[in-house]
């Protein structure tokens, strides 16, 4: 196993651990909103489900980078990004 792969394999599991949470959370605003909870802590939670979402999806496009720049010289990469689509998915996430 190459360490491109070893590290491909280890950011898709902090990919799906930050969903996870992220999934969670949004179970609880859903929750805090059943119940009728303050509007400040409803607002803190949801804005904390974003954040966690953001996180990841950074950590994917951080992670496709990373693998573009390493995979620069491997003429058999299938899955080759242009500079402006990783811009563009970049900045989808701003």
């Known amino acids: 196993m190459t360490v491109n792969t070893v590290n491909a394999a280890e950011s898709t ?48 496009v951080a992670t496709r980078l990373r693998q573009c720049v390493l995979d620069e010289q491997d003429d058999t990469c299938v899955d080759k990004l242009t500079e402006e689509e990783l811009e563009k998915l970049f900045l989808a996430l701003a």
Do not use: H, P, W, Y
């Open 13 to 60: 599991t902090q990919v799906l651990n930050r969903l996870r949470r992220a999934q969670g959370q949004l179970a609880g605003v859903i929750s805090m909103i059943e119940n009728g909870r303050e509007c400040r802590e409803v607002v803190t939670q949801l804005a904390a489900v974003s954040r966690a979402l953001d996180r990841a999806g950074f950590k994917i």
